[in-house]
């Protein structure tokens, strides 16, 4: 019975991950805002930078596509 409690844990399945992270990013939900220290700000400079790179890594290969 979660009636009374202050705190509530929910667990999204794997697939969902990506979508659920870019829309918490779009709402300013982050490691850095949630964790405004240094750990926070490597976490969310770390999400970033994985999403850039994912995002770099589809550029270059729809680029180099053949009739991209």
């Given amino acids: 019975d979660q009636a009374g409690a202050l705190l ?3 667990v999204l399945p794997q697939a969902m991950r ?3 992270m870019q ?3 779009r ?3 982050t490691n850095a805002s949630l964790f405004p220290d240094l750990e926070g700000l490597a ?3 770390a999400y970033e930078l ?3 790179w ?3 890594l589809d550029d270059a ?6 009739g991209a």
């Fill in 18 to 20: 990506s979508q659920a």
């Fill in 54 to 56: 994912e995002r770099l």
């Fill in 8 to 10: 509530v844990k929910y």
């Fill in 50 to 52: 994985e999403v850039m």
């Fill in 61 to 66: 290969h729809g680029d180099s596509a053949p």
């Fill in 23 to 25: 829309q918490l990013y």
């Fill in 27 to 29: 709402m300013n939900v």
């Fill in 43 to 45: 976490r969310s400079t």
